[in-house]
């Protein structure tokens, strides 16, 4: 089954206590697609300038991601610059230069408009509509957003997410738009604004799955080295939502999104082990697998014999 995600492509450069990369490739979309691409076709909708690598276009083609979605337009391609403290949960953003993003109008090719699955990246709400309004009809809408457009552009979010399956937030986005410091209270707000499901991304803490009458907490892996948590989140919800587009079942279930979760965890797991999407264009399916495995037996055990 075919998704597809419209978000940003971008060049990045990043410090952090491990070291510093300059011009890596980056952006939502980028980690995102590249994730999801393990698992379903990938229909990407986005903007570069004249600076894009082709050998950068080629990576993406070769990993069974469509680009007629992407327009290259004159000027330069998105750059964001930041940095991470020792405990890396937050990046400090030192520059963003929107260059060609500033100028994005989506249009999706006619062949992508029959695709089951779409996912949102956390671009302006404006944006997110004009894509639904020219999907045809979507199985399943997913979306991400971000502090900036819940604080500046909430009108048009609200409108977002009347149309949305999926909302995939961090903790601090998730209690910023129900206005409410605790999560349990912000799922239940926010799903009265339209997602069904809510998924709350808590970084090294890991997820939080809130669907129907059910919350499942998924944990973080436990990694002996973290380079770069840059894109963790983006690529996190490329396999989430490159599972469930793969699984391709009628409707959503808790096992179809407590899997979803999971592969989303091992997916991310694997791009912070390196700069960049470095390990990501590393990565083997029999890799995927093997700790998907290894997230059964950390969160597996058994039930009590007797009562306490």
Request: aromatic share 8%.
């Amino acid at each position: 089954m075919s998704l597809v995600v419209v978000g940003t492509m971008a060049y990045d450069t990043v410090k952090t206590p491990f070291g510093k990369r300059q011009s890596a490739l980056g952006g939502s979309a980028t980690y995102f697609s590249i994730s999801a691409s393990f698992f379903t076709q990938v229909n990407l909708v986005a903007v570069i300038g004249e600076d894009f690598s082709n050998d950068h276009l080629s990576m993406l083609k070769q990993k069974n991601i469509n680009t007629d979605g992407v327009q290259q337009m004159d000027g330069k391609t998105f750059h964001w610059s930041g940095e991470y403290g020792d405990k890396l949960n937050e990046a400090n953003t030192l520059a963003t230069d929107l260059n060609v993003l500033e100028r994005f109008d989506p249009v999706l090719p006619d062949s992508y408009l029959d695709s089951e699955y779409l996912f949102l990246a956390n671009i302006d709400p404006v944006l997110q509509i004009k894509v639904l309004d020219q999907m045809k009809n979507p199985r399943l809408v997913a979306c991400d957003t971000m502090n900036f457009w819940i604080e500046g552009s909430i009108n048009n979010l609200k409108k977002t997410l009347e149309r949305v399956d999926i909302l995939i937030i961090n903790d601090g986005e998730a209690r910023m738009l129900a206005k409410t410091p605790n999560l349990v209270k912000a799922a239940r707000e926010i799903r009265t604004m339209g997602p069904d499901t809510i998924v709350i991304k808590q970084g090294e803490y890991g997820a939080l799955l809130f669907y129907e009458d059910t919350i499942f907490s998924a944990p973080a892996f436990p990694l002996e080295k973290v380079n770069d948590p840059t894109g963790a989140g983006d690529t996190f919800a490329g396999g989430l939502m490159g599972h469930i587009a793969k699984m391709n079942e009628k409707e959503l279930s808790n096992t179809l999104l407590r899997q979803a979760i999971i592969m989303g965890s091992v997916m991310a797991s694997y791009t912070v082990e390196e700069f960049s999407v470095d390990r990501l264009e590393k990565l083997k399916p029999e890799m995927i697998v093997d700790r998907f495995r290894q997230f059964d037996h950390l969160t597996s055990f058994e039930g009590l014999s007797s009562e306490v």
